[in-house]
């Protein structure tokens, strides 16, 4: 009886505080700190930074930094007026990111996979979403809450049962936790992090269309990929026909903003 009276203690706790809205109406579970997830994402970047080789191209940097104060520049507040950090790292991977902080790191074999500035454009607004809808706090709170479960479940198995029935109900439960639970709201953070960087860059003056031109040549660099409903990712195709829709309603905002002017480097 306690550990279940301790489980719905718990539970009642974290359903009080998972009162955040996401800047798509969607709800939210947040358990830390801007403020803390601020210092991880200047930790990690700095490790990224010393670990990494950084680009030392003034095109490459100037092209990125540019097409990185675009959409800066449209972003809601306060991140319109934080200040950001960017950096170009020297690598084939195909790759970008952005961390809780300011921090944005583009990789140059994604710079040549995305053939135009609106491309380029679409990455980074996209991972900026990351940052924007808070996605790092909830996937940490998320998986927080699962291991709190986990533990409170394994107290209730190892009473009622012996030691191997115990670790084999529980080795279900964590693989159960992680395709119900963990991978789909990595899944809805990757498509609410599309829809949010179409609107940046539409916004920002980047032709929404090229969103989904970009996936289909990511979608042609090949390699095995996973099954949709096991990776963290939509598949290329249900991604491509989202984005396609989104623009849509995103040409509006592109029409009335300025014409970006930041030219990839020859």
Not at 43 to 49: E, F, M, P, R, T
Not at 75 to 87: D, F, G, I, R, S
Not at 168 to 187: A, D, E
Request: hydrophobic share 40%; net charge negative; charged share 15%.
């Amino acid at each position: 009886m306690r550990i279940w009276k301790s489980a719905v203690i718990a539970a009642a706790v974290l359903s009080a505080v998972a009162c955040t809205q996401s800047p798509t109406g969607r709800s939210q579970l947040q358990l830390f700190s801007s403020d803390e997830l601020a210092q991880l994402g200047a930790q990690s970047y700095n490790s990224l930074k010393e670990q990494e080789k950084v680009s030392n191209d003034p095109a490459l940097n100037r092209y990125v930094q540019c097409i990185s104060n675009d959409l800066i520049a449209v972003l809601p507040e306060p991140w319109a007026q934080q200040t950001w950090e960017v950096t170009v790292f020297d690598s084939e991977m195909v790759n970008a990111f952005a961390l809780p902080g300011g921090k944005i790191g583009v990789y140059t074999g994604l710079i040549d996979v995305a053939e135009t500035p609106d491309q380029l454009a679409a990455v980074i607004g996209h991972e900026i979403g990351h940052v924007i809808a808070q996605h790092s706090n909830e996937r940490m709170s998320n998986q927080f809450a699962a291991g709190l479960g986990l533990q409170l479940g394994g107290l209730l198995i190892g009473q009622e049962m012996d030691s191997n029935e115990a670790a084999l109900i529980m080795g279900v439960l964590g693989v159960g936790v992680q395709l119900g639970y963990i991978l789909p709201y990595s899944r809805i953070h990757e498509s609410e992090s599309d829809e949010l960087g179409l609107r940046y860059m539409a916004a920002a003056g980047y032709d929404p269309r090229q969103a989904a031109e970009l996936w289909r040549n990511m979608a042609q660099q090949g390699g095995p990929k996973p099954p949709e409903f096991l990776s963290t990712h939509p598949s290329p195709e249900t991604r491509i026909t989202k984005l396609e829709e989104l623009a849509v309603s995103a040409m509006s905002a592109y029409r009335n903003a300025p014409r970006a002017n930041c030219p990839k480097p020859t």
